[in-house]
């Protein structure tokens, strides 16, 4: 382990990457502070550039997008009430209270020292418990991948989108969308309509950056707004950090952290649920839970510490089980199998060269992130009042130029564009787009195993032989307790609203 460590370390220590993590974090940073830019869209759109990278170089920019976005929400949260992205909506509440009292310099500060411990906790996380979980995938076979993919797809499906019924609905469209091309077992081309383009099936990269990039440029130009948010930076006062400000809430840090990377290493809980979880743990623990929500210094520390702490706990399933944490990481998962790399033992082993400097370059993203935060995070407010015809234009282009250079073909370009506008569809009809992602990734996935199992049970019964593996069957259990969870939740809420009602007409 001591040996890995440090090989991944003598290789991250180079101009190109650290250049690339500097560059990466600047980036995230930027997509994070522009309302409605989530880092879904800022990895989907960068990852066409790593094509001509090495894998190490190009992790490094991809993973410092990732962390830098994620703190980035929490700017425009806290300057003007609206989250860059989800997982700063907790950051709002006692964020923006501050703002209205003058103490914006501080709460920037604070949710930049908060964001920079989150990642820092659930870094080391991935460090000393991603190896561990990679050797107990090695009793992984086709069975127990097959079980593990639909696990994932029942927790996405249930767990992105407040409707279970359009969940599911996205889920098997996305589950439809990886089937097309050639069937792994027999050879025979599936929904192909006659276009060879689609013999490979659908390429991954295209799909992605249309649902969430070219998705938000339609949104933006249909919308008709000039720039997207109205923000007025003048107004910060600019507060000198200490160093008593990397050390204000040691416990909160450390426990909001701990939550979010529990939180990210669960398939599809998000960054905004380990954010409010935090949040509340935050109060709950705190000596004066009454100034949470009126402008507390420590509530933006509970939030930012743990929806940051997602970061490394999403990669912890990714990278060892192929199971991403949220939509983020099924972007990445897309990255790393385009790289030619797979999920697993192999990745911490075999490819431990390209695995531990990822890791670490993590790190070093997150020490980037809170220095450039301390000095720049109202700057970054500025972004925010970018014109929507510069920045629409920006990113159509890099869109168009990533999904052309994947194959030269213009066809993924169509590829692009078709699913931009499928994705407007989505989101203007409240369907999200990550079950469709993670159906098109996990549906091979499953697919393949299922039919490896078929041929291992050799005739005999499939659910016995699945019963017969005790990680199939625990991966089962999961599997009924997800799909069960969100029925529950329901209910008791429903029961909740009803006897509410009760107690109000009886009054």
Known sequence: MLEKILLGISLVINFKILIMILVGTILGITFGA????????????????????????????LGAVYCGAIYGGSITAILIATPGTPAAAATVLDGYEMTKQGKSGEALIEATTASFWGGIISALALLFIGPALANAALKFGPPEYFMLAVFGLTIIITLTTKSILKGIISGIFGLLIGSIGMDPLLGYPRFIFGETNLLTGISLVPAL????????????IIEGNTQIVEVDVSKVKTVKPTWKDLIRYPVTYIRSGLIGTFVGALPAAGASIAAFIGYNEGKRFSRTPEKYGTGHREAIASAE????????????????????????????????????????????????????????????????????????????????KTPVNILATIIITLGVMGSYAINNSMFDVGIMLAFGLFGYLLKTNNFEASPIVLGMILGPIAESGLTQSRVLARGGSLIGYFLGRPICLVLGILTLVSLLTPLIRDSVYIKHVLNKNERSNKI
């Open 34 to 61: 522009l309302p409605g830019f989530t880092a879904s869209m800022g990895v989907a759109v960068l990852i066409p550039l790593t094509f001509g990278m090495k894998p190490v170089v190009g992790l490094a920019l």
């Open 209 to 220: 950056i249309g649902l969430y990039s070219m998705t938000q440029v339609f949104m933006l």
């Open 305 to 384: 510490a743990a929806n940051n702490g997602v970061t490394g706990g999403s990669l912890i399933t990714m990278l060892t089980l192929g199971i991403p944490g949220n939509s983020t990481t099924a972007i990445l998962l897309g990255g790393i199998m385009i790289q030619g790399l797979r999920p697993g033992n192999e990745l911490f082993t075999t490819n431990a060269h390209i695995s531990y400097p990822f890791i670490i370059s993590l790190f070093l993203a997150n020490f980037a992130m809170l220095i450039i935060g301390l000095y720049g995070a109202k700057y970054f407010a500025n972004i925010a």
